[in-house]
């Protein structure tokens, strides 16, 4: 290998025992005090409640570990978003779990945690997964009430997704862990069952402090609302459990005797390792995002056996298209060249960038997948579609409107990574966060924005130059070479994939070695969903 596969490897590796280090921390929750005074009142963590709930938790997918990672300093930061969700397996059938982390403000949830509450919904909801609620929160952080409270996607949200998903036929179960208080007591209490813990468990509408304050009754919170009032007196709750273990125990026997449910039936075969050793995949890939690398070396290194059938492999060259197999399912792959091109034509075409002719390409191999029922797997390293007046001419618009329109409109599950660059219209095409990938994860060496941190950050200066030359200012060279490294840095912040994580922009970053593991994962998910609407695009952009 040459050197600069050992400098890509090397700085992949950092990026990784960074992404491993952050994880570690962000996996304390409230920290090791709090840890410690929840194993003192009895209870167990939200992780170790998971742990102890799925069969195996080396197979456990998370969702959204680094929402909220730097936001809301002020209070003192909500790591994770003060709840723990993810998909696991209990008893052998899929689940979607949510717990609340009450190291964290007590579970208090956050505006970024009815985000990431209603993204786990929306998992069990698309895939027709059951959802687990392990519930133990106080309820609405008060401070930033106004920001979580009455709009359309805030906390009163999560309990409509509560009767939709019934509706839908969606097994949903709770276990009352500790606080359950106020609206958020509907949660559980809208599921098929709701178990409760004994003397740690309790769920009313409104504490003794609010109940003294509004009607002058002095009554303690366990008579209020704890087990034996909800199990023996109210009927709120079904059944009430010592600890959380035997609380969690008949919640695996629940899934143990839950019946089998119609399956989509994506075609998979007997999973093959790639021939091409994947650890390969670190030094293949370039840190400096303007460097070029063939993306056929990633794929080769991602999928069964190292096959790919290309699709129109010699005509728009800078979206690579084809058919292969991961963990042996079958999946079309939709990926971005960033290698320099020649078309046939005699133009020269730029790696990562989206022309009339890789659009056309990506939109009718989009409706090729869709009429063979082959879920799709977008690579995104994105920088944007082509301008000029040459693509303008060539009508770039139209042809990019016929790739979004297939991709949007399609019918078979999308999953997306990003690997690389995701800016401006390229990440829309390529299948970003708006347009329902079932699962959206990055590497650590994404960048995600409207434009490059270099491009933005010119036009940016040149914005705020002008509004000071409009007032009569003056800048000299060095104030100006200033104001760019300033403007440069605050942009470079916001492309880093833990900016777009900590925002659910993406599901989470991962080891580029685990790829493998979280697509095949999120098929099988999938999997459980039949597809019932018809693929049909509208009025094509020809």
């Not at 950092?14 to 304390?28: I, R």
């Amino acid at each position: 290998m040459d050197i600069e596969f050992n400098k890509n490897d090397d700085e992949m590796r950092q990026l990784v025992f960074q992404l491993d280090t952050k994880l570690a921390k962000v996996k304390l929750g409230g920290g090791e005090k709090k840890i410690a005074s929840q194993h003192k009142k009895g209870k167990l963590t939200a992780r170790e409640r998971i742990a102890y709930l799925i069969d195996s938790e080396k197979d456990f997918l998370e969702i959204g570990a680094f929402v909220g990672e730097g936001m809301y300093q002020e209070y003192g930061g909500c790591p994770s978003g003060g709840v723990v969700t993810g998909i696991g397996e209990v008893r052998g059938r899929k689940c979607v779990i949510v717990a609340n982390d009450a190291t964290v403000k007590a579970g208090a949830w956050f505006p970024i945690t009815a985000k990431k509450n209603m993204r786990a919904q929306e998992v069990a909801m698309e895939n027709r997964l059951p959802i687990i609620y392990l519930v133990d929160s106080a309820g609405v952080f008060l401070p930033m009430q106004d920001e979580i409270f009455p709009d359309k996607e805030h906390f009163g949200r999560q309990f409509r997704n509560n009767a939709k998903m019934s509706s839908m036929g969606i097994i949903q179960v709770a276990a009352i862990m500790g606080s359950c208080v106020a609206g958020g007591a509907y949660l559980p209490i809208m599921s098929d069952e709701a178990a409760i813990v004994d003397k740690t468990g309790s769920i009313f509408l409104a504490g003794s402090y609010l109940v003294k304050a509004a009607i002058g009754e002095s009554v303690d919170n366990e008579t209020l609302g704890g087990a034996t009032t909800q199990c023996e007196i109210s009927g709120v709750t079904d059944n009430k459990f010592p600890n959380d273990e035997a609380c969690l125990d008949y919640i695996k026997n629940i899934f143990d005797k839950v019946g089998a449910f119609e399956e989509a039936g994506f075609d998979r075969a007997e999973p093959k390792e790639p021939k091409l050793d994947p650890e390969e995949i670190m030094g293949l890939m370039p840190l400096d995002r303007a460097k070029p690398y063939d993306v056929k070396d990633i794929i080769k290194r991602l999928v069964d056996d190292s096959e790919f059938d290309e699709y129109k492999e010699a005509y728009g060259q800078t979206i690579v298209c084809g058919y292969a197999r991961i963990d042996g399912w079958a999946v079309g792959l939709i990926a971005n060249q960033r290698i320099v091109v020649k078309s046939k034509k005699g133009e020269m075409q730029m790696g990562g960038v989206i022309y009339s002719d890789s659009a056309d390409k990506s939109a009718r191999f989009i409706m090729n997948c869709n009429q063979r029922k082959i879920p799709l797997v977008f690579v995104q390293d994105v920088s944007g579609f082509m301008v000029g007046s040459r693509a303008e001419h060539g009508g770039i618009i139209k042809d990019g409107a016929k790739m979004v329109n297939a991709m949007a409109n399609s019918v078979v599950p999308k999953f997306t990574i990003v690997t690389g660059n995701s800016y401006g219209a390229g990440n829309y095409a390529m299948c970003g966060k708006a347009y329902d990938p079932r699962l959206i994860y990055a590497w650590p060496t994404a960048k995600m924005a409207v434009m490059s941190g270099a491009s933005a950050a010119k036009t940016l200066l040149q914005i705020k130059v002008s509004s000071l030359k409009a007032q009569g200012k003056e800048i000299t060279p060095e104030a100006e070479k200033e104001l760019l490294d300033e403007i440069t840095a605050r942009y470079n912040e916001q492309l880093s994939p833990y900016y777009a994580a900590s925002r659910l922009w993406v599901d989470g970053i991962i080891d580029p070695r685990e790829t493998r593991r979280v697509i095949s994962k999120g098929i099988a998910v999938a999997n459980q969903a039949p597809i019932t609407e018809k693929f049909n695009v509208g009025v094509i952009q020809t």
